[in-house]
C-alpha cells in the first residue's frame, strides 16, 4: 500500500502561482508513475500531469500545457505540481495518484492508489 498526501494548495489570484506537492509513505514510488488529476465541482475528474518513475517522461493535459510542470524527487519519495499562470478555470481539487505499472497514462483507472487532495481556488 501507498499513502499518498497532497499539500500547498490555497487561494490565489489569477495570474499567479501555486506549488503542489505529493508527498508518499509506507512504500517507496521511485519504481512507480505519478499522475496528478483535478475535479471540479459538477465536473468529472481530468487529467492535468503524468511522469515516469525515472522522470524522464511527462505527459500533460491539453489545458495546462506550458503552465503547469510535473517533477519529481525520489529520495523524497515526492512529487510535485508547479503551476504558474492561473486562471479561475483551474479552480478544483488537486488529487496525486500512483500508477505501479509505470505508465504516464492520462485515465483515472490506470492509477491504483490515490491522495485525499488539495483544494485549489484561482479568483479571478
Known amino acids: 500500500q501507498v499513502q499518498l498526501v497532497e499539500s500547498g494548495g490555497g487561494l490565489v489570484q489569477a495570474g499567479g502561482s501555486l506549488r503542489l506537492s505529493c508527498a508518499a509513505s509506507r512504500r517507496t514510488i521511485s519504481s512507480y508513475a505519478m499522475g496528478w488529476f483535478r475535479q471540479a465541482p459538477g465536473k468529472e475528474r481530468e487529467f492535468v500531469a503524468a511522469i515516469s518513475s525515472g522522470g524522464g517522461n511527462t505527459n500533460y493535459g491539453d489545458s495546462v500545457k506550458g503552465r503547469f510542470t510535473i517533477s519529481r524527487d525520489n529520495p523524497k519519495n515526492t512529487v510535485y505540481l508547479q503551476m504558474n499562470s492561473l486562471k479561475p478555470e483551474d479552480t478544483a481539487v488537486y488529487y496525486c495518484?500512483?500508477?505501479?505499472?509505470?505508465?504516464?497514462?492520462?485515465?483515472?483507472?490506470?492509477?491504483?492508489?490515490w491522495g485525499q487532495g488539495t483544494q485549489v481556488t484561482v479568483s479571478s
Open positions: 495518484a500512483a500508477n505501479w505499472r509505470n505508465i504516464i497514462a492520462t485515465t483515472t483507472g490506470t492509477y491504483v492508489y
